[in-house]
Protein backbone atom coordinates (compact mmCIF):
# COMPACT_ATOMS: atom_id res chain seq x y z
CA UNK A 1 0.00 0.00 0.00
CA UNK A 2 1.13 3.42 -1.15
CA UNK A 3 2.27 6.38 1.23
CA UNK A 4 -0.50 8.97 0.42
CA UNK A 5 0.39 11.51 -1.91
CA UNK A 6 -0.48 14.46 -4.67
CA UNK A 7 0.56 11.77 -7.26
CA UNK A 8 -1.41 8.60 -6.52
CA UNK A 9 -4.65 10.73 -5.56
CA UNK A 10 -4.41 11.89 -9.46
CA UNK A 11 -3.61 15.62 -7.63
CA UNK A 12 -1.76 18.69 -8.42
CA UNK A 13 -0.06 21.16 -6.69
CA UNK A 14 -1.96 22.95 -3.90
CA UNK A 15 -3.53 26.43 -4.36
CA UNK A 16 -1.31 29.64 -3.76
CA UNK A 17 -0.27 30.15 -0.27
CA UNK A 18 -1.92 32.50 1.72
CA UNK A 19 -2.44 31.53 5.02
CA UNK A 20 0.86 30.76 7.61
CA UNK A 21 -0.17 28.25 10.20
CA UNK A 22 1.97 28.34 13.26
CA UNK A 23 1.38 24.69 14.61
CA UNK A 24 0.93 21.18 13.22
CA UNK A 25 -0.65 19.58 15.10
CA UNK A 26 -4.00 17.71 15.30
CA UNK A 27 -5.98 20.25 16.91
CA UNK A 28 -5.33 22.82 13.96
CA UNK A 29 -5.10 19.92 11.12
CA UNK A 30 -8.73 19.15 12.29
CA UNK A 31 -10.24 22.82 12.41
CA UNK A 32 -8.32 24.95 10.19
CA UNK A 33 -7.40 22.62 7.19
CA UNK A 34 -11.11 21.62 6.71
CA UNK A 35 -12.22 25.04 7.04
CA UNK A 36 -10.48 26.90 5.23
CA UNK A 37 -10.54 23.94 2.35
CA UNK A 38 -14.42 24.73 2.54
CA UNK A 39 -13.74 27.93 1.95
CA UNK A 40 -11.83 27.57 -1.48
CA UNK A 41 -14.68 25.26 -2.26
CA UNK A 42 -17.28 27.51 -1.90
CA UNK A 43 -15.75 30.96 -2.75
CA UNK A 44 -12.76 32.70 -4.23
CA UNK A 45 -10.82 32.48 -1.69
CA UNK A 46 -8.23 29.89 -3.16
CA UNK A 47 -5.70 30.05 -0.13
CA UNK A 48 -3.18 27.33 0.51
CA UNK A 49 -1.85 27.20 4.05
CA UNK A 50 1.77 26.69 4.55
CA UNK A 51 2.35 25.44 8.15
CA UNK A 52 5.31 26.49 10.67
CA UNK A 53 6.59 24.34 12.97
CA UNK A 54 6.79 26.35 16.38
CA UNK A 55 9.27 23.58 17.99
CA UNK A 56 12.14 21.88 17.33
CA UNK A 57 10.82 18.67 17.18
CA UNK A 58 8.06 18.46 15.34
CA UNK A 59 5.80 17.00 12.71
CA UNK A 60 6.78 19.01 9.54
CA UNK A 61 8.65 15.90 8.14
CA UNK A 62 5.46 13.86 7.53
CA UNK A 63 3.68 16.33 6.54
CA UNK A 64 6.43 16.86 4.10
CA UNK A 65 6.70 13.15 3.27
CA UNK A 66 2.65 13.25 2.36
CA UNK A 67 2.98 16.83 0.66
CA UNK A 68 0.73 17.88 2.94
CA UNK A 69 -2.21 15.30 2.70
CA UNK A 70 -3.83 13.94 5.02
CA UNK A 71 -7.11 12.65 5.85
CA UNK A 72 -10.40 14.00 8.31
CA UNK A 73 -11.99 11.15 10.48
CA UNK A 74 -15.59 13.22 11.87
CA UNK A 75 -16.95 10.86 14.49
CA UNK A 76 -20.09 11.95 16.18
CA UNK A 77 -23.74 12.23 17.56
CA UNK A 78 -25.80 14.63 15.38
CA UNK A 79 -29.71 14.73 16.31
CA UNK A 80 -29.36 11.45 17.93
CA UNK A 81 -27.77 9.22 15.04
CA UNK A 82 -23.97 8.29 14.92
CA UNK A 83 -22.21 10.26 12.01
CA UNK A 84 -19.03 9.41 10.15
CA UNK A 85 -16.94 11.19 7.81
CA UNK A 86 -13.95 11.00 5.51
CA UNK A 87 -12.42 14.05 4.28
CA UNK A 88 -8.69 14.29 2.20
CA UNK A 89 -7.55 17.25 3.29
CA UNK A 90 -5.66 19.06 0.40
CA UNK A 91 -5.12 22.59 1.02
CA UNK A 92 -2.11 22.48 2.84
CA UNK A 93 0.98 23.02 0.76
CA UNK A 94 4.47 23.11 2.80
CA UNK A 95 6.22 22.60 6.52
CA UNK A 96 8.59 24.42 7.14
CA UNK A 97 10.66 23.83 10.37
CA UNK A 98 12.54 27.45 11.24
CA UNK A 99 15.06 25.61 13.16
CA UNK A 100 16.60 24.06 9.99
CA UNK A 101 15.44 26.31 7.82
CA UNK A 102 14.99 29.63 9.15
CA UNK A 103 15.62 30.85 5.50
CA UNK A 104 12.77 29.03 4.50
CA UNK A 105 10.34 30.06 7.43
CA UNK A 106 11.47 34.26 6.46
CA UNK A 107 10.62 33.41 2.81
CA UNK A 108 7.06 32.60 4.02
CA UNK A 109 7.04 36.22 4.75
CA UNK A 110 7.45 37.13 1.10
CA UNK A 111 4.26 35.33 -0.07
CA UNK A 112 2.55 37.84 -1.61
CA UNK A 113 -0.90 36.17 -1.48
CA UNK A 114 -0.40 36.13 1.79
CA UNK A 115 -3.47 37.29 4.29
CA UNK A 116 -3.87 35.27 7.13
CA UNK A 117 -2.25 34.08 9.96
CA UNK A 118 -3.28 31.29 12.52
CA UNK A 119 -2.00 29.79 15.77
CA UNK A 120 -2.37 26.95 17.99
CA UNK A 121 0.72 26.69 20.24
CA UNK A 122 -0.56 25.92 23.39
CA UNK A 123 -1.77 28.20 25.85
CA UNK A 124 2.15 28.27 26.79
CA UNK A 125 2.83 29.41 24.06
CA UNK A 126 1.63 32.98 23.72
CA UNK A 127 4.31 34.31 26.44
CA UNK A 128 7.00 37.13 26.42
CA UNK A 129 10.99 35.93 26.43
CA UNK A 130 12.92 38.63 27.40
CA UNK A 131 15.85 36.51 26.22
CA UNK A 132 14.57 36.66 22.23
CA UNK A 133 16.50 38.65 20.05
CA UNK A 134 16.19 39.08 16.23
CA UNK A 135 19.69 38.09 15.57
CA UNK A 136 18.61 34.64 17.09
CA UNK A 137 17.65 32.22 14.23
CA UNK A 138 14.50 31.57 15.54
CA UNK A 139 13.33 33.13 18.46
CA UNK A 140 12.00 31.12 21.31
CA UNK A 141 8.67 32.36 21.73
CA UNK A 142 6.14 32.40 19.43
CA UNK A 143 5.62 35.96 19.54
CA UNK A 144 9.28 36.69 18.56
CA UNK A 145 9.29 34.33 16.12
CA UNK A 146 5.89 36.17 14.85
CA UNK A 147 7.48 39.88 15.30
CA UNK A 148 10.41 38.32 13.18
CA UNK A 149 7.99 37.32 10.55
CA UNK A 150 6.27 40.65 10.12
CA UNK A 151 9.38 42.44 10.26
CA UNK A 152 10.72 40.75 7.01
CA UNK A 153 7.31 40.78 5.50
CA UNK A 154 7.38 44.52 6.20
CA UNK A 155 10.81 45.27 5.17
CA UNK A 156 10.51 42.54 1.98
CA UNK A 157 7.28 44.93 0.84
CA UNK A 158 8.68 47.92 2.12
CA UNK A 159 6.15 48.72 4.31
CA UNK A 160 2.87 48.24 1.94
CA UNK A 161 -0.07 48.69 3.51
CA UNK A 162 -1.95 45.95 1.40
CA UNK A 163 0.47 43.14 2.75
CA UNK A 164 -0.83 43.63 5.77
CA UNK A 165 -2.07 40.28 7.60
CA UNK A 166 -4.85 39.09 9.94
CA UNK A 167 -3.92 36.90 12.84
CA UNK A 168 -6.22 34.80 14.08
CA UNK A 169 -4.46 32.56 17.45
CA UNK A 170 -6.47 29.86 18.34
CA UNK A 171 -4.60 29.22 21.71
CA UNK A 172 -7.23 28.35 24.56
CA UNK A 173 -6.62 32.01 26.99
CA UNK A 174 -8.56 34.84 26.92
CA UNK A 175 -8.39 37.75 24.64
CA UNK A 176 -5.53 35.87 22.62
CA UNK A 177 -5.41 38.01 20.09
CA UNK A 178 -4.74 41.10 22.00
CA UNK A 179 -2.47 39.22 24.47
CA UNK A 180 -0.14 38.11 21.15
CA UNK A 181 -0.18 41.68 19.77
CA UNK A 182 0.58 43.50 23.21
CA UNK A 183 3.93 40.64 23.20
CA UNK A 184 4.97 41.68 19.30
CA UNK A 185 4.84 45.37 19.96
CA UNK A 186 6.54 44.77 23.42
CA UNK A 187 9.64 42.86 21.03
CA UNK A 188 9.04 46.22 18.98
CA UNK A 189 10.23 48.12 21.73
CA UNK A 190 13.14 46.09 22.90
CA UNK A 191 14.84 45.67 19.66
CA UNK A 192 14.49 48.48 18.90
CA UNK A 193 12.39 48.14 15.34
CA UNK A 194 11.74 51.66 13.73
CA UNK A 195 8.06 53.43 14.32
CA UNK A 196 7.35 52.88 10.94
CA UNK A 197 7.44 48.86 11.30
CA UNK A 198 5.15 49.69 14.34
CA UNK A 199 2.78 51.97 12.42
CA UNK A 200 2.33 49.36 9.89
CA UNK A 201 1.61 46.97 12.31
CA UNK A 202 -1.04 48.91 14.18
CA UNK A 203 -2.56 50.12 11.25
CA UNK A 204 -2.20 47.15 8.59
CA UNK A 205 -2.54 44.16 10.60
CA UNK A 206 -5.27 43.01 12.41
CA UNK A 207 -4.88 41.00 15.57
CA UNK A 208 -8.19 39.00 16.31
CA UNK A 209 -9.62 37.00 19.91
CA UNK A 210 -10.91 33.95 18.77
CA UNK A 211 -12.61 31.12 20.49
CA UNK A 212 -12.64 27.69 19.17
CA UNK A 213 -14.43 24.65 20.05
CA UNK A 214 -14.04 21.39 18.70
CA UNK A 215 -13.20 18.15 20.54
CA UNK A 216 -9.78 16.41 18.66
CA UNK A 217 -8.90 12.70 20.02
CA UNK A 218 -6.46 12.87 17.59
CA UNK A 219 -4.44 9.94 15.48
CA UNK A 220 -6.99 7.26 15.67
CA UNK A 221 -4.38 4.43 16.44
CA UNK A 222 -6.53 1.68 17.27
CA UNK A 223 -8.77 1.74 13.48
CA UNK A 224 -5.40 2.86 11.97
CA UNK A 225 -5.41 -0.51 9.74
CA UNK A 226 -9.19 -1.08 9.12
CA UNK A 227 -9.02 2.75 7.90
CA UNK A 228 -6.11 2.41 5.39
CA UNK A 229 -7.61 -0.49 4.08
CA UNK A 230 -11.27 1.54 3.18
CA UNK A 231 -8.51 3.97 1.77
CA UNK A 232 -6.67 2.83 -0.03
CA UNK A 233 -3.85 4.39 1.11
CA UNK A 234 -1.05 4.74 4.28
CA UNK A 235 -1.68 7.79 5.91
CA UNK A 236 0.56 8.79 8.88
CA UNK A 237 -1.67 11.97 9.70
CA UNK A 238 -4.97 10.38 10.40
CA UNK A 239 -6.53 12.91 12.38
CA UNK A 240 -10.21 11.85 14.24
CA UNK A 241 -12.18 14.98 15.92
CA UNK A 242 -16.01 14.95 16.45
CA UNK A 243 -18.87 16.47 14.26
CA UNK A 244 -19.43 19.36 16.06
CA UNK A 245 -17.41 22.80 16.10
CA UNK A 246 -17.89 26.51 16.48
CA UNK A 247 -15.11 29.12 15.82
CA UNK A 248 -15.97 32.81 17.21
CA UNK A 249 -14.01 35.37 15.79
CA UNK A 250 -13.94 38.88 17.02
CA UNK A 251 -14.08 41.06 13.61
CA UNK A 252 -15.65 43.41 11.31
CA UNK A 253 -17.25 43.55 7.81
CA UNK A 254 -13.45 43.66 6.67
CA UNK A 255 -12.61 40.74 7.68
CA UNK A 256 -16.09 38.66 6.78
CA UNK A 257 -15.10 39.54 3.31
CA UNK A 258 -11.67 38.01 3.27
CA UNK A 259 -13.26 35.14 4.97
CA UNK A 260 -17.00 34.63 4.32
CA UNK A 261 -17.32 31.74 6.07
CA UNK A 262 -20.76 32.25 5.99
CA UNK A 263 -20.89 30.59 2.40
CA UNK A 264 -19.42 27.39 4.18
CA UNK A 265 -21.53 24.44 6.18
CA UNK A 266 -18.73 25.76 8.80
CA UNK A 267 -20.44 27.41 11.97
CA UNK A 268 -18.03 30.32 12.43
CA UNK A 269 -19.05 33.46 13.95
CA UNK A 270 -17.53 36.87 13.23
CA UNK A 271 -18.72 38.85 15.80
CA UNK A 272 -18.01 42.46 18.00
CA UNK A 273 -17.61 40.72 21.15
CA UNK A 274 -17.05 37.00 22.02
CA UNK A 275 -17.37 37.64 25.52
CA UNK A 276 -21.14 36.05 25.77
CA UNK A 277 -19.61 32.78 23.66
CA UNK A 278 -17.00 32.41 25.86
CA UNK A 279 -18.52 32.85 28.88
CA UNK A 280 -21.58 30.30 27.29
CA UNK A 281 -18.38 27.40 26.95
CA UNK A 282 -16.43 28.00 30.29
CA UNK A 283 -19.80 27.43 32.31
CA UNK A 284 -21.59 24.97 29.98
CA UNK A 285 -19.55 23.03 28.53
CA UNK A 286 -16.33 23.33 30.89
CA UNK A 287 -18.29 23.89 33.50
CA UNK A 288 -20.34 20.36 33.65
CA UNK A 289 -16.98 18.74 33.24
CA UNK A 290 -15.63 20.01 36.30
CA UNK A 291 -18.90 19.73 38.60
CA UNK A 292 -19.29 16.80 37.03
CA UNK A 293 -15.81 15.12 37.77
CA UNK A 294 -15.67 14.69 41.49
CA UNK A 295 -19.52 13.61 41.96
CA UNK A 296 -19.60 11.22 39.27
CA UNK A 297 -16.02 9.56 40.12
CA UNK A 298 -17.87 9.25 43.78
CA UNK A 299 -20.66 8.18 42.49
CA UNK A 300 -18.68 5.25 40.28
CA UNK A 301 -18.61 5.89 36.75
CA UNK A 302 -15.13 6.34 35.30
CA UNK A 303 -16.17 8.75 31.70
CA UNK A 304 -17.51 11.57 30.75
CA UNK A 305 -20.08 8.93 28.18
CA UNK A 306 -21.14 7.26 31.62
CA UNK A 307 -22.39 10.08 33.36
CA UNK A 308 -24.47 11.75 31.45
CA UNK A 309 -26.23 8.17 30.31
CA UNK A 310 -26.58 6.84 33.82
CA UNK A 311 -30.04 6.91 35.45
CA UNK A 312 -29.21 8.96 38.39
CA UNK A 313 -25.77 11.11 37.51
CA UNK A 314 -27.25 11.77 34.10
CA UNK A 315 -31.18 13.52 34.86
CA UNK A 316 -28.81 15.41 37.96
CA UNK A 317 -26.49 17.09 35.33
CA UNK A 318 -29.03 17.69 33.54
CA UNK A 319 -30.44 19.58 35.93
CA UNK A 320 -27.81 21.15 36.96
CA UNK A 321 -27.22 22.90 33.43
CA UNK A 322 -30.62 23.45 32.22
CA UNK A 323 -31.87 24.83 35.76
CA UNK A 324 -28.79 26.66 37.66
CA UNK A 325 -26.34 27.27 35.06
CA UNK A 326 -28.30 28.89 32.26
CA UNK A 327 -30.55 31.12 34.27
CA UNK A 328 -27.50 33.03 35.20
CA UNK A 329 -26.01 34.08 31.29
CA UNK A 330 -26.60 36.91 29.52
CA UNK A 331 -27.62 35.51 26.82
CA UNK A 332 -31.47 34.34 25.01
CA UNK A 333 -32.48 31.24 27.14
CA UNK A 334 -33.48 29.76 23.63
CA UNK A 335 -29.80 29.75 22.10
CA UNK A 336 -28.34 28.78 25.36
CA UNK A 337 -30.52 25.45 25.95
CA UNK A 338 -29.63 24.83 22.31
CA UNK A 339 -26.03 24.85 22.94
CA UNK A 340 -26.71 22.61 26.06
CA UNK A 341 -28.24 20.24 24.65
CA UNK A 342 -25.26 19.75 21.88
CA UNK A 343 -22.88 19.63 24.98
CA UNK A 344 -24.93 16.56 25.91
CA UNK A 345 -24.90 15.42 23.00
CA UNK A 346 -20.89 15.25 22.64
CA UNK A 347 -20.49 13.86 25.89
CA UNK A 348 -22.39 11.34 24.87
CA UNK A 349 -20.23 10.38 21.43
CA UNK A 350 -19.95 6.46 21.32
CA UNK A 351 -16.14 7.31 20.05
CA UNK A 352 -14.44 9.41 22.40
CA UNK A 353 -13.66 7.46 25.48
CA UNK A 354 -13.05 10.70 27.73
CA UNK A 355 -11.64 9.53 31.04
CA UNK A 356 -13.09 11.71 33.92
CA UNK A 357 -9.58 10.94 35.46
CA UNK A 358 -8.05 13.12 32.84
CA UNK A 359 -9.85 16.31 33.25
CA UNK A 360 -9.24 16.04 37.21
CA UNK A 361 -6.35 17.70 37.24
CA UNK A 362 -6.50 21.01 39.18
CA UNK A 363 -10.12 21.12 40.18
CA UNK A 364 -9.65 23.57 42.38
CA UNK A 365 -9.44 26.36 39.66
CA UNK A 366 -11.26 24.78 37.21
CA UNK A 367 -14.51 25.11 39.87
CA UNK A 368 -13.38 28.84 40.66
CA UNK A 369 -13.49 29.99 36.86
CA UNK A 370 -15.63 27.34 35.56
CA UNK A 371 -18.54 26.62 38.52
CA UNK A 372 -18.53 29.14 41.12
CA UNK A 373 -19.62 32.13 39.20
CA UNK A 374 -22.91 30.19 37.90
CA UNK A 375 -23.15 29.43 41.82
CA UNK A 376 -23.16 32.89 42.85
CA UNK A 377 -25.51 34.36 39.75
CA UNK A 378 -28.05 31.90 40.41
CA UNK A 379 -28.02 33.01 44.10
CA UNK A 380 -28.03 37.04 42.82
CA UNK A 381 -30.79 35.69 40.53
CA UNK A 382 -33.09 33.41 42.77
CA UNK A 383 -31.57 34.39 45.75
CA UNK A 384 -31.40 31.04 47.17
CA UNK A 385 -28.34 28.07 46.30
CA UNK A 386 -28.65 26.07 43.35
CA UNK A 387 -28.74 22.73 45.03
CA UNK A 388 -26.92 20.98 42.08
CA UNK A 389 -24.08 22.66 42.23
CA UNK A 390 -23.81 22.98 45.62
CA UNK A 391 -24.08 19.39 46.12
CA UNK A 392 -20.88 18.94 43.31
CA UNK A 393 -19.11 21.44 45.48
CA UNK A 394 -19.12 19.22 48.78
CA UNK A 395 -18.37 16.22 46.57
CA UNK A 396 -14.87 19.12 45.00
CA UNK A 397 -13.92 18.93 49.28
CA UNK A 398 -14.62 15.53 49.79
CA UNK A 399 -12.69 14.06 46.90
CA UNK A 400 -10.00 16.30 47.70
CA UNK A 401 -9.61 13.91 51.38
CA UNK A 402 -7.97 11.32 48.44
CA UNK A 403 -9.65 8.29 49.14
CA UNK A 404 -13.32 7.32 49.06
CA UNK A 405 -14.85 3.76 49.73
CA UNK A 406 -11.05 2.18 50.73
CA UNK A 407 -10.10 3.51 46.90
CA UNK A 408 -7.78 6.32 45.95
CA UNK A 409 -8.93 8.97 44.12
CA UNK A 410 -6.84 10.76 41.06
CA UNK A 411 -6.31 13.99 42.92
CA UNK A 412 -4.06 16.00 41.01
CA UNK A 413 -3.20 19.86 41.57
CA UNK A 414 -0.57 22.26 42.92
CA UNK A 415 1.41 20.14 45.95
CA UNK A 416 0.71 22.68 48.68
CA UNK A 417 -3.40 22.59 47.26
CA UNK A 418 -3.22 18.83 48.11
CA UNK A 419 -1.23 18.91 51.39
CA UNK A 420 -3.51 21.21 52.59
CA UNK A 421 -6.53 19.88 52.10
CA UNK A 422 -4.33 16.19 53.44
CA UNK A 423 -3.76 17.98 56.70
CA UNK A 424 -7.24 19.80 57.37
CA UNK A 425 -9.11 16.39 56.43
CA UNK A 426 -6.73 14.92 58.80
CA UNK A 427 -6.90 17.14 61.75
CA UNK A 428 -9.88 18.70 61.53
CA UNK A 429 -14.23 18.46 62.18
CA UNK A 430 -15.52 18.22 58.70
CA UNK A 431 -17.14 21.78 60.04
CA UNK A 432 -13.65 23.34 60.38
CA UNK A 433 -12.86 21.86 56.89
CA UNK A 434 -15.48 23.57 55.13
CA UNK A 435 -14.50 26.89 57.14
CA UNK A 436 -10.94 27.12 56.35
CA UNK A 437 -11.37 26.21 52.49
CA UNK A 438 -13.98 28.36 51.93
CA UNK A 439 -12.27 31.35 53.65
CA UNK A 440 -9.21 30.38 51.90
CA UNK A 441 -9.34 33.61 49.30
CA UNK A 442 -6.65 32.30 47.27
CA UNK A 443 -8.55 29.17 46.24
CA UNK A 444 -11.50 31.42 45.16
CA UNK A 445 -10.18 34.79 45.01
CA UNK A 446 -12.94 35.82 47.68
CA UNK A 447 -14.16 34.82 51.14
CA UNK A 448 -16.70 32.05 50.41
CA UNK A 449 -17.55 32.03 54.49
CA UNK A 450 -19.27 35.81 53.38
CA UNK A 451 -22.10 33.73 51.08
CA UNK A 452 -24.98 33.50 53.01
CA UNK A 453 -25.79 29.79 53.80
CA UNK A 454 -22.73 28.22 51.54
CA UNK A 455 -20.94 26.54 54.81
CA UNK A 456 -23.89 25.38 56.27
CA UNK A 457 -24.96 23.88 53.08
CA UNK A 458 -21.84 22.35 52.20
CA UNK A 459 -21.72 20.79 55.48
CA UNK A 460 -24.91 19.00 55.36
CA UNK A 461 -23.59 17.72 52.16
CA UNK A 462 -21.32 16.02 53.23
CA UNK A 463 -22.86 14.53 56.35
CA UNK A 464 -25.35 13.17 53.82
CA UNK A 465 -23.28 11.70 51.38
CA UNK A 466 -20.94 10.39 54.45
CA UNK A 467 -23.99 8.33 56.16
CA UNK A 468 -25.57 7.13 52.96
CA UNK A 469 -23.66 7.39 49.95
CA UNK A 470 -23.47 9.64 46.62
CA UNK A 471 -27.03 9.17 45.59
CA UNK A 472 -29.13 8.44 48.48
CA UNK A 473 -27.00 11.15 50.19
CA UNK A 474 -28.15 13.89 47.41
CA UNK A 475 -31.40 12.32 48.01
CA UNK A 476 -31.66 13.01 52.03
CA UNK A 477 -29.31 16.65 51.46
CA UNK A 478 -32.52 17.77 49.26
CA UNK A 479 -35.07 16.88 51.85
CA UNK A 480 -33.10 18.84 54.45
CA UNK A 481 -32.99 21.78 51.87
CA UNK A 482 -36.40 21.64 50.83
CA UNK A 483 -37.88 21.44 54.77
Known sequence: ?????????????????????????????????????????KTDFNGGIAVVQPIAHGMVDKINQQEGLYTLITKGIKNAVPVEKKTLITNLVRGINPYDDYAGFLSLAQERHLKVVVSNTTEAGIAYDPKDT????????FPAKLTAFLWERFQFFKGDAEKGVAILPCELINNNGDTLRSYVMDYVEAWDLPTAFGQWLTQHCTFHNTLVDRIVPGYPAAEREAYQKELGYVDALMVSAEHFFLW???????????????????????????????????????????????????????TVRESVEDDFTGPFMQRLVFNEVIPGLPMPTDTLTAYAHDVLERFQNPFIVHQLSSIALNSISKFK???????????????QLPVHIVYCFACLLRFYKGQWDKKDLPVQDD???????????????????????????TYWGQDLTEVEGLSNALVLGLEAME?????????????????
Open 415 to 441: TTIMEDFKELWRVETLPNVVHKVLSNA
Open 1 to 41: MEILSRNNQGLGEGPPIKVVQFGEGNFLRAFIGPTLQALNE
Open 248 to 302: VIEGDDKLRKLLPFELTDYDVKIVDDLQPFRTRKVRILNGAHTAMVPFSLLYGND
Open 369 to 383: VRVLPSLLAYLEEKG
Open 467 to 483: AHGIKDGFSKYQQHVNN
Open 134 to 141: LALRPPNA
